[in-house]
């Protein structure tokens, strides 16, 4: 698990072009949005993306995926649980 966390973090890094973060700098449990990493919804898109590429995951709505993209912990607990690459 806690590599598949340290590839959602470089991958969103390298996704944002957040030059000046590393996967070191993001806290698992703290909030991906808002308070935390500060990302917005562009950011959420892009994050989507990100896991139907590379782990053909697809959100069934809005609320399922608020749930996911919590934070680095409940994204990786998602993945795991639904990735079908």
């Known amino acids: 698990m806690e590599e598949l966390k340290l590839q959602l973090k470089k991958q969103i890094i390298e996704a944002l072009n957040l030059l000046d973060i590393t996967p070191d700098d993001i806290d698992n449990a703290a909030p991906l949005f808002n308070e935390g990493l500060g990302l917005d919804s562009i950011d959420a898109l892009e994050i989507v ?23 680095i912990d409940t994204l990786a607990e998602y993945v795991s649980a639904h990735r079908t690459k």
């Open 49 to 71: 993306m990100i896991l139907d590429k590379n782990y053909g995951i697809k959100f069934a709505d809005k609320e399922q995926s608020k749930l996911a993209l919590k934070s």
